[in-house]
């Protein structure tokens, strides 16, 4: 709350909203559930403000930061406060007359325009009084690490001087989270990713192939029926090839189809967790910033590689159009192959099944897949429904951990 307030809400109204936001009986900490509701309205507005480009240097005075009170602890503070202010003019205008290193890598040069020059030193000021008050001394870092939650005074003072700085909004956000934050945004998106359809691009594309040759085959088996003359003794048996050839061109086109739901429904999915996934991906860079890479994002990308590579033999092995004519293709050239050709379907019209390495049918995966998209699809429905109804909702599934990174409970 302290935070908050100190960044310019209304602690009261804060509280207030947060209360009445939703019920709290099945709650198993309110202190926590409240807490989670705060954090989220404080980012969201930060994050509405960054979005409608009034995110802007803005600074707030020691007085300003300093709670009112009518008696003399509240007198003493407020002189105190007007004390601080005064010296932190003092150490910008001290800034513009020598600049520090940092101070021209950052903000450039002191303008000779007026106007421009008391921005400058303004923003070097914010700076300056951070360095001095919290005795951060290091040359090349203007403001270090950011604070802990457990420092709120602090904290936004490191805030308020990365502004100054020019640091963006997100880049402040993670560098003011801790070691657990940037795991959750981390451990999240691992969720999310669990009930996402497969990436099924490359057997889309295989498929697609394979319909267009099926579909090309049963047209030249038509053709070649067409040709023949009545009473030809092939005829019967051609037109038995025709109707397996079109049999096999729908089953094609249906496993297609499955196929083409199936992408669909990952990309809805992957869409609909952009955000989560941008969060995930940021902290991760933050965490290697910090030197505290994760082992299993190490892993991640390992296997992640390993997929590309697979995929990238699955492709190069694809039937291109530059493979061979039809004339020197037994399994559809008009006089040859015909064991080969008619072995394509089975007695009912079927393709033989299609078999993955752990023995799974290509059918039998597509529709587990399938069930999978469809189950995805309900889940992206059900969500954008209970969001539209409560937009708190969203946020509150979130696991909420401490600094260390220790799991303590959601928000129910």
């Known amino acids: 709350m302290r935070s908050a307030e100190l960044d310019g809400h209304n602690a009261e109204e804060l509280l207030t909203r947060a209360v009445h936001a939703r019920e709290l009986d099945s709650a198993d900490s309110i202190a926590q559930v409240l807490h989670h509701r705060i954090e989220r309205r404080v980012e969201r507005e930060a994050e509405a403000r960054e979005r409608s480009g009034r995110e802007e240097f803005m600074p707030r005075s020691y007085t300003d930061r300093t ?75 203007p403001i270090g690490e950011a604070p802990g939650r457990g420092e709120p005074e602090r904290r936004v003072a490191w805030q308020q001087a990365a502004s100054a700085l020019g640091m963006a909004r997100n880049e402040q956000d993670l560098a003011a989270r801790s070691e657990g934050e940037l795991r959750n945004h981390v451990a999240t998106y691992d969720r999310e990713t669990e009930w996402m359809p497969p990436n099924v691009d490359d057997r889309l594309r295989v498929a697609h192939l394979a319909q267009r040759e099926a579909e090309g085959g049963a047209a030249r088996r038509q053709a070649e029926q067409d040709a023949m003359l009545p009473g030809d003794p092939r005829r019967d048996a051609h037109a038995q090839r025709v109707q397996q050839a079109r049999a096999l061109a729908d089953v094609l086109a249906q496993r297609t189809a499955r196929l083409e739901e199936i992408a669909e429904a990952r990309a809805a999915a992957v869409a609909s967790v952009a955000d989560v996934e941008e969060r995930a991906r940021a902290a991760r860079a933050e965490l290697r910033r910090r030197g505290l890479d994760l082992a299993e994002d190490r892993e991640r990308e390992q296997a992640g590689e390993r997929r590309d590579a697979e995929r990238h033999h ?78 708190e909702r969203g946020d509150e599934h979130e696991r909420v951990r401490d600094r260390d990174g220790i799991d303590i409970g959601d928000e129910r």
Not at 331 to 352: K, S
Not at 361 to 388: C, G, K, N, T
């Open 67 to 141: 709670p009112a009170r009518d008696d003399e602890v509240g007198r003493y503070a407020s002189q105190l406060a007007e004390a601080m202010d005064r010296r932190t003019e003092r150490l910008g205008e001290e800034a513009a007359q020598s600049p520090p290193t940092w101070a021209t890598e950052r903000l450039g040069p002191v303008p000779d325009d007026p106007t421009a020059r008391a921005e400058w030193t303004t923003r070097a000021a914010s700076v300056v009084a951070y360095r001095e008050h919290f005795g951060h001394e290091d040359p090349a870092n």
């Open 314 to 391: 699955d492709a190069i092995n694809v039937p291109s159009r530059d493979a061979p004519r039809e004339a020197e293709r037994p399994d559809i050239a008009p006089e040859r192959g015909e064991a080969t050709r008619d072995a394509q379907v089975d007695d009912h019209g079927e393709p033989p099944p299609e078999r993955d390495d752990d023995g799974t049918s290509a059918d039998r995966r597509i529709e587990r897949d399938l069930e999978r998209a469809r189950a995805a699809m309900a889940r992206i429905a059900q969500r954008r429904e209970a969001e539209r109804h409560d937009p």
